[in-house]
């Protein structure tokens, strides 16, 4: 289980390494999310990239880490930080990320703690390791070079939400480029990644083998069918993830339909807070900040009651899965003239899924039927296929190395790159070296 004995129950080979880097991943091969992989040289420079939890019920956790003095965090989303706390409890290793990352990591981690408490799902970490967490950040400016043991190390945006980076490394033989969580296309509140030369690209799979739909397109479809909502009479209730997609819907809506009356609800708020400090990881901060203003933040149980008459309500969580959005739904779910529009992939399991599958969802513990309208769109963060193939191709590497992928998707990227450079899908738990 996920209680570590630190140092007895790590399965990390610790021999020298002879040349080249060598990968060892704890989790995020061969699965989406629940990330973390040390890397490691003959310098005898070791680090870790992420260490993150899936937050599936129960959640699914990597496997424990070595001792490593530094880790780089890539972005703030709970697959990828969750486990964090646990590194510094154990071991004291330093934090490494972005400024707003940093800041974020609070919000998460404290979530974190709560649901794994109410739910009552174990954790490996506890409150003090929690709060020596936050104080190991060592955040780093884009584009700042940094020293880790004998490398050094930047930071790239790397679209996806504000915050999230790439991590260029240079060892002494080669250049390494780990993508994080990509997109490379511009979304509302952050620019697209740019491609970065290297030796061995590191790069996340989610959407191998799928295309995304045309986004401005698929945003107009989005507005249109919000409209049509509220043009009947009805609400429309916007699940989104606190962390990316829910700002994202603001700023779709407050710049294509501003005389709506938007309610936004839950972690997401706190989240925009943080973002709005950190405007320099922001696209278009002034616009960020008069859509701000624009919504409605809901703040205490009456102001929930109001929302009620909104014309859309944006909160979390984003599959439906807890948070206010199941509150809304059990009030809204009686009038046919509401309207329920997901914004993205709802994961096997989640109440997003059951209700598309089955028009019914786990109420307060109680499976519910939900008649209204339950539409889907494609608001995705991650780069399709298509544009994971010319950013892989734009950094040209020599070896690359795909994970954050189902073996599926990792399988349509290695068919469609394989001519031009060497493919690796690695395992959790075995030891990759490449030079
Ligand atoms: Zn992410």
Redesign the pocket.
Known sequence: MVLYTPGRTSRYDPSPVESGIRLHFLGGGQEVGNVGCVLEDKTGTRILIDYGLAPTRPPKYPAEAPIVDNAIIT?S?I??IGMAPWLVGSHGTTLHGSDLTAKLSSIMWADTYKVSSIEGYPLAWDRRDMDAALDAWQPHQMGEKFVLGSWEASLHVAG??PG?AMVEIDTPEMKILWSG?LDTRISPNVMGAKPVKCDVLCLEGTYGGRNHPNRPEEEKRFVESIKQTVARGGVALVPAFASGRGQDILRILHDSAPELEVHYDGMGTRITLDWLEHPHLIRNPDKLRKTWRWCRRVRSKSDRKKALDADVIVTTSGMLDGGPAIWYINRLRHDPANAIFLTGYQAEGSGGRRLLDEGRLPIWGNITPVELDVEQFSLSNHAGHDELVEFARGCSPRHLVIFHADKESADALAAELGGEMTIHIPENGTQITLE
């Open positions: 972005h989303h697959d990828h996806h939400i999230a969580d």
